[in-house]
């Protein structure tokens, strides 16, 4: 147990954090809050803010006698149906995938305009010119990810 006098000096030693608040408007009439007083700003007086905890987690509420429920074999279906959609947009994502590798490929030879003098190849024109495939085969590798995913969450 802490004594009084003990409990006392820390009340004292412990100073109250607090800091000012600025509230500054530009010549352009721009505002910024800042703790630095600056000229075109003015102190605001704010309320000091509790800094007592909250509840760490509410408390669960019982569901409803007169809630509605579904049975069993209904939310089977349900999920055997939303199985087969995810599985039907994960076969249609792929072949996209497959289908954006593919042109990412054929785009990635050089065109005769993007040869330099010497026969070099200019890599700017050409990673400029398939960025938009990248990006393509990019989002759907994100989509199979994502669906696959989804598909793990299942019961």
């Given at each position: 147990?802490?004594?009084?006098?003990v409990a006392m000096f820390l009340l004292v030693a412990v100073p109250l954090a607090q800091a000012?608040?600025?509230?500054?408007?530009?010549?352009?009439?721009?505002?910024?809050?800042?703790?630095?007083?600056?000229?075109?700003?003015?102190?605001?007086?704010?309320?000091?803010?509790?800094?007592?905890?909250?509840?760490?987690?509410?408390?669960?509420?019982?569901?409803?006698?007169?809630?509605?429920?579904?049975d069993d074999s209904a939310q089977k279906a349900r999920d055997n149906d939303r199985r087969k959609?995810?599985?039907?947009?994960?076969?249609?994502?792929?072949?996209?995938?497959?289908?954006?590798?593919?042109?990412?490929?054929?785009?990635?030879?050089?065109?005769?305009?993007?040869?330099?003098?010497?026969?070099?190849?200019?890599?700017?024109?050409?990673?400029?010119?398939?960025?938009?495939?990248?990006?393509?085969?990019?989002?759907?590798?994100?989509?199979?990810?994502?669906?696959?995913?989804?598909?793990?969450?299942?019961?």
């Amino acid at each position: 147990m802490i004594k009084p006098v003990v409990a006392m000096f820390l009340l004292v030693a412990v100073p109250l954090a607090q800091a000012e608040i600025y509230k500054c408007t530009d010549t352009a009439g721009h505002v910024t809050y800042s703790n630095v007083a600056s000229k075109g700003c003015a102190k605001m007086n704010l309320e000091p803010i509790s800094t007592i905890p909250g509840n760490k987690a509410a408390p669960k509420t019982p569901t409803p006698a007169a809630f509605p429920r579904v049975d069993d074999s209904a939310q089977k279906a349900r999920d055997n149906d939303r199985r087969k959609i995810l599985e039907q947009e994960l076969s249609a994502e792929q072949k996209n995938l497959e289908e954006a590798k593919k042109k990412l490929a054929e785009g990635e030879i050089a065109l005769p305009q993007e040869r330099m003098q010497g026969g070099a190849i200019n890599q700017a024109k050409v990673q400029e010119r398939t960025q938009p495939l990248r990006d393509q085969v990019q989002l759907h590798q994100r989509n199979v990810e994502a669906i696959q995913k989804e598909m793990q969450n299942l019961r």
